[in-house]
Nanobody, 119 residues
């Protein structure tokens, strides 16, 4: 059974940092593209960053480029999202996503971890 478990969310002040982690189980991790998405209240879920299989560092969305960095450790079946210079607009539930590199229909989601940026 495929499971994605996120951790690391919480309350942080503007300008602060958080590091989110996602642990995958039940998948051949090397064959999955991994992504971080977020969904703010009243808004649609959006892509934050993504790493294709075979790479260690991901590409970030324009809205977080230069502040967020995504990386993966295939030996540990984990991906990370380092978030720096956090802004109130970054407040959202952050979800880990796994998409098979050949069969896009094999897509899985974690349960989400909440990030609140507030003073």
């Amino acid at each position: 059974q495929v499971q994605l478990v996120e951790s690391g969310g919480g309350l942080v002040q503007p300008g602060g940092s958080l590091r989110l982690s996602c642990t995958a189980s039940g998948v051949n991790f090397d064959t999955y593209h991994m992504g971080w998405y977020r969904q703010a209240p009243g808004k649609q879920r959006e892509l934050v960053a993504r790493i294709i299989s075979g790479r260690r560092v991901g590409d970030a969305a324009d809205s977080v480029k230069g502040r967020f960095t995504m990386s993966r450790d295939n030996a540990k079946n984990m991906v990370y999202l380092q978030m720096n210079s956090l802004e109130p607009e970054d407040t959202a539930v952050y979800y880990c996503n796994a998409e098979h590199n050949l069969f896009a229909s094999a897509t899985f989601w974690g349960q989400g971890t909440e990030v609140i940026v507030s003073s």
